[in-house]
């Protein structure tokens, strides 16, 4: 056997529910079933990684000849990987309210079909839900003796509406996914709003690009922090040097008011009992008091560039595990919503996202805002639609002029090289001064 | 598991699943892939995977069911889940899944001398990285991979078709202070990949884009690169073209046939045929032989995208245009190769600002068309030369109506996955300074 530093196992089975109901007909529910794993190791110097489908659990000889096959692969590796000491512990899982898989799929999709049919307006021509359910059961093991299993359901559901009228046609969106079980019966109004959205855009405008004051609902504050900080506060891309926070560590790159967090302990979507090389995880306050303070970090880039703890590495099922975020927020300040209108008096209110993009190592980034309105005097006015913002790293954190005093998460899905891993993202309301808004509207 | 251990499985599945329900169709997938990463210049991991999955579909009185697993053994449990899926499916109208034709089975996509070994992605990424020393600029990141995949489709109306893939595929990150620079290529031939030119790209984009100037907010010509454009298209433009999109109310082309949806100097087509190109394929995901599709012909929109089920749905034709992304779940309309063309010429003979690829195109509205995305790499260009870089700017348009305002294609095509495009001058977009 060669010389073997370090290896992990992590092998997930499960199975994933679904339920797709198009304008009232049924085009497909039901359950697929799946088993991946991933051994990794490390000899001699970097990783040799073995990616399994259908892993069947096996020790001895059989286990020692998956062992050879990645230290084969490990051997063309150059860069001396070192793995940092870390902490333990693995978080109980909370508690469901109530167990989706106790729920049969003929009322989940009763629930859901309700939901769809709620969106159901004279101006609406579409009309669309998904349900997805997604129970994993985790198992890790590594040569240093540490082992840890659980299991972790997500559910949750989006509905889509689109409004037409004369050419027109405009989208609303509206989503939950919960760590906490069963959740389509406390939200049976949503497809209502979505429709609601979708043809009160039909009659708003598109925006004015330029710079102005933005009020940011806490939706889209997240997605912010997320795009803005999150991402270049990752300790692979900070070692690789592909990011604007490397070396920032200590110099203020944003207002006082501002803290920005990520923590997979707290029962969110991005919530994590350990993580996936096994190491406890942990609140990381990555900007504090506008300071960079500490970066996400798996084992390997902790050793490589310190700073941080490890407990941020996440993988879907039978993939290498990247750092990635979690739970991330900017922590509430203390202003409320009338002394954040007052403030901005004229500019731009925009809510809910579609999204955003970031090139940690140029530091620019853009999201984008599902709709919003145009602030005059302090009030809201006329609805505006497809607004988009962008921004500078190391320049548009000096602008957060306000945080409200009050935080929100959303759910959804984060991507990083080919995996999708489930986070949330939240905020207060936030003033934004001199944000820059794209849009080609004309009067 | 060679192929023909696969068949005796397969074939039991068919004929016990033929007791319970109308038809019955599989999709196996066995592959392999190896790939190693850069952590800056020197390989970091190597991994390798082995891959396998069956998807099964059921149809009974019009009701589709379906379900997949990656463990072959348990093929049993997955066909129940799959008959007790389309219990719950609504009847909709179906008219049967294709029996056997006769179908060329020679790959179009498989690359015998591909050695899907990690001394091949060593000697892949030893090439990128002397790229990279064309130009100042530090390696970040890159990776290298090989592939290789047997794909098999059968159902009970006697179809049974087997095809073969390879794939290689390549990218590079760099950066130059605060400026970066991304390439990739991607092939099922070995030797349609450029190591040495994505190195060379990426290092280039870095070093050239630093220290850009800011732009003035206002309307200019600009020049889509294939990347670019690709990004845009492909979440806005060609989702319209899907036939479910438009019968559903979701496509924007949905009264638009016959009608002109862009300049008469683009034609969109899709060709499953192209010597060379990753999405050639005989037969697409349902068994049905694969044919040409002119969408857009000389800017006048001519045809819509279908699959067996939204055709026999609407009283349309399938174009098999059916598609997966992986075993599971059931196919969806996509396409094989799709191609924009139309007149080539040169499209730099004029001052215009070059965007090289842009970041939040996934955030565009996938009804409206509408978007605003930042630039990256962006430079002011003429006569086929790069000027001075643009430090930062957002570009805001509509998807659809920046067709009307074609200025020219340019005279080389790109793959861009299973895209096949030109550069595209665009006249009078607005661009937002900062």
């Known amino acids: 056997m060669p010389n073997i530093t370090y290896y992990d196992l992590r092998h997930v089975t499960g199975q994933i529910t679904h339920i797709d109901i198009d304008n009232g007909v049924f085009e497909s529910a039901g359950t697929t079933f799946f088993n991946k794993a991933v051994l990794r190791v490390i000899s001699n110097t970097g990783w040799g990684i073995l990616q399994i489908d259908n892993y069947q659990p096996c020790t001895g000889r059989k286990f020692d000849e998956l062992l050879q096959e990645a230290c084969k692969l490990s051997a063309i590796t150059q860069e001396q990987v070192r793995l940092g000491d870390v902490s333990r512990g693995v978080l109980a899982v909370p508690a469901m309210k109530e167990d989706p898989r106790s729920v049969s799929i003929e009322e989940k999709s009763a629930i859901l079909a309700e939901i769809e049919k709620g969106a159901i307006h004279p101006s609406v021509v579409n009309r669309r839900a998904n349900y997805i359910e997604r129970v994993e059961q985790v ?90 900080v999150g991402h270049a506060s990752e300790g692979d891309l900070i070692q690789e040097g592909n990011s604007v926070l490397k070396g920032k560590t200590g110099q203020k790159i944003g207002n006082d008011l501002l803290t920005i967090v990520d923590d997979p302990s707290i029962h969110e979507f991005g919530f994590d009992p350990v993580d996936s090389e096994g190491v406890a995880v942990c609140r990381t306050e990555i900007i504090k008091n506008g300071i960079v303070n500490a970066f996400l970090h798996n084992r390997e880039s902790l050793a490589a560039i310190g700073n941080g703890v490890a407990g941020h590495a996440r993988g879907m099922p039978g993939e290498p595990p990247l750092v990635r ?58 609805m505006v639609r497809d607004v988009s913002l962008s921004g500078e790293i190391l320049t548009t954190l000096h602008n957060i002029a306000l945080c409200g005093n009050k935080r929100v998460m959303s759910p959804g899905y984060c991507g990083k090289g080919g995996q999708s891993v489930p986070v949330s993202d939240g905020a207060p309301t936030i003033l934004l001064c001199d944000a820059v808004v794209g849009g080609s509207g004309m009067d | 598991m060679r192929w023909w251990a696969a068949v005796e499985w397969i074939d039991q599945l068919l004929r016990e699943g033929q007791k319970s329900v109308d038809e019955v169709e599989v999709f196996y997938v066995q592959g392999r892939s190896i790939s190693a990463d850069l952590k800056q210049k020197k390989i970091n991991l190597a991994s390798a995977s082995e891959d396998c999955g069956l998807g099964i579909r059921t149809i009974h009185k019009g009701r589709i069911g379906s379900s997949s697993t990656n463990d072959p ?43 899907v070994e990690p001394a091949s992605a060593l000697a892949l990424l030893e090439q990128m990285l002397a790229g990279a020393e064309e130009h100042a600029a530090d390696v970040t990141a890159g990776s290298a991979g090989l592939s290789t995949a047997t794909v098999t489709l059968a159902n009970s109306r006697g179809a049974y078709y087997t095809d073969s893939h390879t794939g290689v595929s390549l990218s590079l990150e760099a950066i130059h202070g605060q400026s970066t620079g991304y390439e990739f290529d991607h092939s099922s031939f070995i030797d349609k990949v450029d190591p040495f030119h994505v190195g060379e790209r990426a290092t280039f984009f870095a070093h050239e884009s630093a220290e850009g100037k800011d732009v003035t907010t206002g309307d200019y010509d600009i020049l889509l690169s294939p990347l670019a454009y690709g990004e845009l298209l492909g979440s806005v433009f060609i989702p319209a073209l ?18 002109p949806v862009a300049d008469p100097l683009i034609s969109m087509y899709d060709d499953p045929f192209l010597p060379g190109a990753s999405g050639s394929v005989t037969w697409d995901a349902e068994g049905m032989p ?96 790069f000027q001075e870089p643009i430090r930062t700017a957002m570009l805001s348009g509509n998807v659809f109506t920046m067709h009307n305002e074609i200025g020219g294609l340019s005279h080389e095509s790109r793959a861009i996955g299973s895209l096949i495009l030109p550069s595209v001058k665009i006249n009078k977009q607005r661009i937002i300074g900062k």
């Open chain 2, 73 to 115: 053994a348990h093929w049993k449990e997955c066909l129940d889940a799959a008959i007790a899926s389309g219990h719950l499916a609504t009847s909709l109208p179906w008219e049967g899944l294709p029996g056997a034709q006769d179908i060329s089975q020679t790959p179009l996509t498989f690359d015998p001398s591909m050695k």
């Open chain 2, 242 to 259: 899907n036939g479910r999109n438009v019968h559903a109310g979701r496509s924007r082309f949905a009264e638009c046939m016959g009608k």
């Open chain 2, 290 to 385: 694969t044919r040409r599709i002119d969408f857009i012909r000389d800017g006048v929109l001519e045809a819509f995208a279908y699959d067996l089920k939204t055709a026999y749905r609407y009283g349309k034709t399938s174009t098999a245009s059916a598609v997966r992304g992986g075993y599971g779940g059931s196919p969806g309309i996509g396409h094989h190769n799709f191609i924009v063309d139309g007149k080539r010429g040169d499209v730099t003979d004029e001052r215009v600002i070059y965007v090289h690829s842009v970041v939040g195109a996934h955030t565009a509205n996938p009804m409206s068309g509408e978007f605003s995305v930042e630039i990256s790499n962006a430079f002011w260009m003429e006569n086929g030369e």
């Open chain 1, 325 to 382: 975020m979690s739970n991330t927020f900017i922590e509430a300040g203390d202003a409320t919503d009338p002394e954040i209108f007052e403030e901005c008096k004229n500019g731009i209110f925009l809510k809910g996202s579609r999204g955003g993009q970031v090139d940690p190592g140029r530091g620019v980034f853009q999201f984008n805002a599902e709709y919003g309105y145009l602030v005059v005097n302090g009030e809201c006015t006329g």
């Open chain 1, 139 to 228: 198992a890790f093991s590594d040569s240093s003796g540490n082992e840890y299993a659980y299991e972790m359901c997500r559910s949750g559901f989006n509905v889509l509406a689109v409004a037409s009228r004369n050419g027109n046609t405009q989208m609303g969106y509206e989503r939950e996914h919960s760590i906490h079980g069963f959740n389509l019966r406390q939200h049976r109004d949503l497809g209502k709003k979505a429709a609601d959205i979708a043809v009160a855009l039909l009659d708003a405008k598109g925006a004015h690009g330029g710079k102005m004051k933005a009020i940011l609902d806490p939706e889209l504050a997240g997605v912010f922090a997320h795009e803005a």
